[in-house]
């Protein structure tokens, strides 16, 4: 189990540290920030799989591409294999890496090939646009929200309220699925302006665009 956060935009950076300690019980081994273009990226990681080539947040080789990932890739070797085969070269033996490299080489569809519980935010420094995923049964989660133009994706809710700026306003459809079923619907929360990514979903946003999410899986 690991913790991760991105944010977009200059009103989150201030509380950024304070905001990625929140999920330091979800990834006890190290705790590390990366700024990248207009977007910071955070991990706490509980170390599985390449203990040392495996730290995030993680950068492809062209530097255009910085990933913050939570998961376990059970086909990631595979994956390996197929894009050794298309002309990539990989620097660590981690899942992470096949992950990132995949969507470089995939984009988008990426999520289709994987086997496996995940859930990762990915920011492009080019265009400014942050890709996120979740796994088909929702395993791993995965939170987000925007405000003030920019937009905040985590592990958890814990984040958000460490950000002063992020409205926390509650949200009536949320405590009512709470009331009825012991736990928000997706993509509803307790907080109006923090929505749960549904499994077997992804999201395209960019600022000035808004979010744009989609199913990527539903079951048969």
Same mark, same amino acid.
């Given at each position: 189990?690991?913790? @991760?956060?991105? &944010?977009?935009?200059?009103?989150?950076?201030?509380?950024?540290?304070?905001?990625?300690?929140?999920?330091?019980?979800?990834?006890?081994?190290?705790?590390?920030?990366?700024?990248?273009?207009?977007?910071?990226?955070?991990?706490?990681?509980?170390?599985? @799989?390449?203990?040392?080539?495996?730290? %995030?947040?993680?950068?492809?080789?062209?530097?255009?591409?910085?990933?913050?990932?939570?998961?376990?890739?059970?086909?990631?070797?595979?994956?390996?294999?197929?894009?050794?085969?298309?002309?990539?070269?990989?620097? &660590?033996?981690?899942?992470?890496?096949?992950?990132?490299?995949?969507?470089?080489?995939?984009?988008?569809?990426?999520?289709?090939?994987?086997?496996?519980?995940?859930?990762?935010?990915?920011?492009?420094? %080019?265009?400014?646009?942050?890709?996120?995923?979740?796994?088909?049964?929702?395993?791993?989660?995965?939170?987000?929200?925007?405000?003030?133009?920019?937009?905040?994706?985590?592990?958890?809710?814990?984040?958000?309220?460490?950000?002063?700026?992020?409205?926390?306003?509650?949200?009536?459809?949320?405590?009512?699925?709470?009331?009825?079923? %012991?736990?928000?619907?997706?993509?509803?929360?307790?907080?109006?302006? @923090?929505?749960?990514?549904?499994?077997?979903?992804?999201?395209?946003?960019?600022?000035?665009?808004?979010?744009?999410?989609?199913?990527?899986?539903?079951?048969?």
């Amino acid at each position: 189990m690991c913790g @991760i956060l991105l &944010t977009v935009g200059e009103i989150f950076r201030v509380d950024f540290d304070a905001a990625l300690a929140t999920l330091k019980s979800r990834g006890p081994d190290a705790r590390e920030v990366l700024a990248h273009g207009n977007a910071l990226l955070g991990h706490a990681r509980l170390a599985v @799989i390449d203990i040392v080539g495996g730290r %995030q947040p993680m950068t492809a080789a062209n530097g255009r591409l910085a990933m913050v990932y939570n998961g376990e890739i059970y086909n990631f070797a595979a994956l390996r294999r197929e894009l050794e085969a298309a002309g990539h070269a990989f620097a &660590t033996r981690s899942d992470s890496e096949v992950l990132l490299t995949g969507y470089l080489h995939w984009g988008e569809a990426v999520v289709a090939r994987l086997d496996g519980m995940f859930a990762f935010a990915i920011h492009d420094a %080019q265009d400014g646009s942050v890709f996120l995923a979740r796994d088909r049964l929702g395993i791993k989660p995965l939170f987000w929200g925007e405000h003030a133009g920019g937009l905040i994706a985590a592990s958890t809710l814990a984040p958000f309220f460490a950000f002063a700026a992020f409205p926390k306003k509650l949200d009536a459809e949320g405590l009512r699925d709470y009331l009825a079923f %012991q736990t928000p619907l997706a993509p509803h929360t307790l907080v109006r302006d @923090i929505h749960a990514l549904p499994p077997g979903a992804c999201l395209r946003w960019k600022a000035g665009s808004g979010a744009k999410p989609r199913q990527w899986w539903t079951p048969r």
